[in-house]
């Protein structure tokens, strides 16, 4: 048994320091993103194109209808009453079935709805301020 504990004193260094061995560092690698590429097309190549609305006219007739008038006659001494047509008039009238469209189109006039605005600042909308009347001095 005692050749066993002095095997397993020497040997069990021997391992340890056999499993430690030196290893380089890992470099670190630098994954650089792929460029972006643009698929939209800029507005400032492309023509602006405004569908007119398409639209409905037509007529209507708006009646009014009226009462019946009372008129005594005197000369047969009883009352006569008037039948009286009703109002009649014509009321033009527009209906848009399609509204106005702008579309956008490129060189050879095909549609294109990938649009993209690149550099493009947009206006800075300012509040507008309060302007408050005072009253002006009478002149004396």
């Known amino acids: ?41 800029p507005i400032n190549t492309l023509k602006m194109v405004v569908i007119p609305a398409v639209t409905k006219s037509g007529f209507s007739i708006v009646s009014i209808e009226t009462e019946p008038q009372q008129i005594y006659d005197d000369v047969a001494k009883k009352w006569i009453t008037i039948e009286t047509p009703p109002i009649e008039r014509r009321e ?13 189109v490129d060189e050879e006039n095909k549609e294109v709805t990938d649009i993209c605005e690149l550099n493009v600042e947009k206006p800075v909308v300012e509040k507008p301020l309060d302007v408050v009347n005072e009253p002006m001095p009478m002149p004396e």
Not at 9 to 33: K, R
Not at 92 to 104: A, C, D, H, N
């Open 1 to 41: 048994m005692k050749s066993i504990f002095t095997t397993t004193a020497i040997l069990a260094p021997l391992v340890t320091l056999g499993a430690c061995t030196t290893t380089q560092p890992v470099e670190e690698v630098i994954v650089a993103p792929p460029p972006i590429e643009q698929t939209c097309i």
């Open 92 to 104: 033009p009238w527009t209906k848009v079935v399609t509204p106005e469209q702008l579309i956008y």
